[in-house]
């Protein structure tokens, strides 16, 4: 089974651009979920996607938005980007199931690292 | 909200050694709990997970977690390390009921020598 693919792997933009950021999860997985690594700040939870509905967001700016499609790809998008962006982005997919009977398994992709000046 | 800290940021081990990870959480909501691993360049992996059931969980490598709901805690245990074992931990909590969402504790940086 093919794991969590992200696109593109390394990216370079400038202040004020806006950039889009792709993840492919595990064939069968509903659920798409967006993290923002940085060394101060850590690993951050950005949103969450589940049949192509926002089910969870964290505490980011509005500049900071996401999607995902019927085949349950997902992308996400930052405008206005601010040298703070700087981060490596992963995605993480999972079933999505809740409950006592589900597995809260969740794949990591290898991220994307974003570097912006 | 919850919260989840790593008390320690490094932790520097001689092989063969044990050695213990800490990691408390805050939350106002039952949770679910993790250990997270991620080996440098690469992306993170589960380590171990408590859902339910015995609050002694084990991995496959070597790595055992004692969820404490009365200190809130979930330390990340392994009787002897090896020099693989060098990485960086992550603790992490979800919800019940709330989505997969995983708020993440700071990380520990496990460094294991000979």
């Known amino acids: 089974k093919a794991g969590v693919t992200q696109t593109p792997r390394y990216l370079i933009k400038t202040r004020g651009q806006q950039v889009t950021l792709s993840c492919s999860p595990i064939?069968?997985?509903?659920?798409v979920s967006w993290y923002q690594q940085t060394p101060g700040q850590g690993l951050q939870f950005l949103f969450e996607y589940f049949s192509e509905t926002q089910r969870n967001k964290g505490n980011f700016p509005g500049r900071f938005s996401g999607r995902q499609f019927s085949n349950s790809r997902s992308e996400m998008n930052v405008s206005t980007l601010e040298l703070g962006d700087s981060a490596l982005y992963l995605c993480a997919s999972s079933l999505g199931l809740l409950g006592p009977k589900a597995s809260y398994e969740q794949y990591f992709g290898p991220g994307t690292r974003l570097t912006v000046t | 909200a919850q919260s989840v800290t790593q008390l320690d940021s490094q932790v520097p081990v001689f092989e063969e050694a044990p050695v213990e990870l800490r990691c408390n959480y805050s939350s106002s909501v039952s949770v679910y709990l993790f250990w997270y691993v991620q080996y440098p360049n690469q992306g993170l992996q589960l380590l171990l997970k408590?859902?339910?059931?015995?609050?002694l969980v084990k991995s496959i490598n070597g790595f055992e977690a004692e969820f404490n709901k009365s200190q809130t805690s979930f330390h990340l245990r392994k009787p002897s390390v090896h020099i693989s074992d060098t990485a960086e931990y992550f603790c992490a909590v979800s919800e019940r009921w709330g989505g997969t969402a995983l708020i993440f504790g700071k990380g520990t940086t496990l460094s294991v020598s000979s």
């Open positions: 408590y859902l339910s059931g015995s609050t």
């Open positions: 064939s069968g997985h509903r659920s």
